[in-house]
């Protein structure tokens, strides 16, 4: 379902593309994307979804701050100007 939601909102736009475009594409019915994305607007939220890699060294670049060695992440608050 995914895949053809992506497409269509590439090829179409967010107006143009329906929840019944998608769900017709991908062989489905409409009310499983109302069940499980609540509709057009969570559909393209998880459809458009980009995820970033993180590297897991902190090199000094404050970008990379809170990612700490083994892959574990914690929030980063970048220190501001020296007192």
């Given at each position: 379902?995914?895949?053809?939601?992506q497409?269509?909102?590439?090829?179409?736009?967010?107006?143009?593309?329906?929840?019944?475009?998608?769900?017709?594409?991908?062989?489905?019915?409409?009310?499983?994307?109302?069940?499980?994305?609540?509709?057009?607007?969570?559909?393209?939220?998880?459809?458009?979804?980009?995820?970033i890699?993180?590297s897991?060294?902190?090199?000094?670049?404050?970008?990379?701050?809170?990612?700490?060695?083994?892959?574990?992440?914690?929030?980063?608050?970048?220190?501001?100007?020296?007192?």
């Open positions: 379902m995914l895949e053809h939601a497409r269509q909102f590439a090829q179409h736009g967010y107006a143009a593309t329906t929840v019944e475009g998608v769900a017709d594409t991908a062989g489905m019915s409409p009310n499983l994307v109302t069940r499980y994305f609540g509709g057009k607007d969570g559909l393209f939220l998880v459809a458009t979804r980009v995820e890699p993180v897991h060294s902190f090199d000094g670049d404050p970008l990379h701050a809170g990612c700490a060695p083994g892959g574990e992440h914690r929030r980063a608050l970048v220190p501001g100007p020296p007192a």
